[in-house]
């Protein structure tokens, strides 16, 4: 074993180490003097090249020069591999080993615990990986550098430095468009549309995988590996402003395997989809009710994994689902019985299908390993996505509010890729902050079937905006998915200091109107948004006396009058009240 150190006057390059640093640029016309120090019983027998002989060696830099040093005997021996926290670090996260000798754990500081030192052989290639849990790996120092894995001969004692920097909470609110990436260390990380990073929401757990929204905008998480803990966790839930609530579902004693997807029916029930375990190869699918109650479990069958990942048509009962194979598989949920494979004739090319989306025109779109590949309904394939750079296993895949795009995810290596739905092309891309995508939720990715109606409040006052169907409750929740061609009745009601001054022109006031006000928008087949508008004061009245010998009805735009019913109503001070008037038969 050796080491040669090497010094320089006046240089910035002033102390080097070799076997840790053996090449290096000096100024020319310095000389460098090189120190030989034999370890573990070796003897130094003398220089070559630009030196000679066993006395002192001193090279000046008038050209590129090179010099060896020769050792020979010695007893090898053992040298000592620490692992450090970089000065000020706040992440958390884990740095192991090839060989199961450093262990060592960063919890928010810069001293690590576990098992973080080692006596090695020399000559022991020890290779280190660290992998952040909620933070973000800044790199290595001192015998390694980078962000990739730190590869450390051992030819003297070394110490490597890591460094965690913690990824602030993510506290909300959701926006339409950001993007939900599971890191499957428990954490999920939020990105705007654009890729930028906006914090994490902690699980509380220690793995997480596919997530989703339901129609209120509450956040839904699978834990993978959460059924083998105590207490069991199957699934943990966040309200609308990223809180987490807790455990959700009531799993029946016993229950094994991994839950790995949700999606929810238009009743706001949770399905959930189950990864096959080894203990128990005929793991069901579970419905849950809105509450977690266990509604009803449906027993699948598997082609390599249970069920994966899962997808409810519009019709309600048809599930369809991938099992880590070539397949996509079918079940009606209604019968409970198992349907033909929706491309039973056109297996997948990929080794293994992971999450998968059906468009509005029935398509699907496949996360499969190498590639996304869309079928049509009956199984053909229509198109191919291959993301650049090259994914290790294209794993997780969610659709865009935009109707136009999609996004899918390398469970590896925590890119997430952004593509065209026509053509095929490749937007963007980002990257998880821990190198990892276990699953991906789009907040405001439309539900089979549904299409989303979004309230925006305008004016100068505030009120609250509730729908029937629920799902509305803005400002907390002003977006959700309610099913086709169906209506969806809008109250708004005025806060204490302001005054309601009318519904956008989509949404049909009551007729007669009601007390607080309300209307009427239809949802069609694309998606819809209502103006609701608050003033501030408390308002000034209008009143409408109906005269003659005949009779008819008087409304108000913004909604209030509705004579003979309502003759009187606030409005806020300055608003243009139009009023029409309708004669009744014989008037």
Known sequence: STRVRSSAASDVYKRQSCPSTCSANFTGGSQVTLTETPTNGSTFTGWGGACSGTGACTVTMNAVEAVTATFSGGTG???????????????????????????CVFNGT???????SASLPAGTVEVLTATPSGSVFNGWSDACTGTTTCMVTMLQDETVVATFTAVPAFTGPYGVGDIFVSGGDGFVYVFSA???????????????????????????????DGLAGNPPVGIVKFDQNANLVGAFGNYPAGAVGHPESVVFNMAGDLIN?????????TDPVYEFGSGGNLINTFNVVPENRGSDWVELLADQKTL???????????????TNTQNPDVNANNPLP????????VLPNGNLLIADTASVVELSPTGTTVQTYTPNPAPSVLFALNLDPDGVSFWTADGVTGIVYKFNIASGAQLTTFTSPNGAAAGLAVFGEKLVGTNNLTVTVAGSGSGTVTSTPSGISCPSSCLAPFPD????TLTATAAEGSTFAGFSSNCVAANPQTNPPSCTVPIGTTDVTV?????????????????????????????GISCPTTCSANFASGTSVTLTAAAAEGS
């Open 194 to 224: 654009s890729g930028t990073l906006l914090g994490s929401m902690n699980t509380g757990q220690s793995t997480d995988t596919g997530s989703a929204f339901d129609q209120f905008g509450n956040f839904y998480v699978t834990i993978f």
């Open 320 to 334: 369809l689902y991938t099992s880590e194979g070539v397949f996509v598989h079918s079940f009606n949920i209604s």
């Open 350 to 357: 990929g080794n293994a299908a992971y999450a998968f989306r």
């Open 77 to 103: 021996g053992n040298f000592t591999l620490n692992v450090a926290g970089g000065v000020g670090a706040t992440g958390s996260g884990t740095v192991t080993d090839n060989a199961g000798n450093i262990d």
């Open 273 to 281: 989809g189950v990864a096959q375990d080894v203990i128990n190869p």
């Open 531 to 559: 103006t609701v508008t608050f003033n501030t004061g408390t308002g000034v009245a209008l009143t409408v006396s109906e005269a003659g010998t005949g009779t008819g009805t008087v409304t108000s735009a913004p909604a």
């Open 485 to 488: 061609n169906s209506n969806v």
């Open 110 to 116: 810069s001293a690590p615990t576990g098992t973080c």
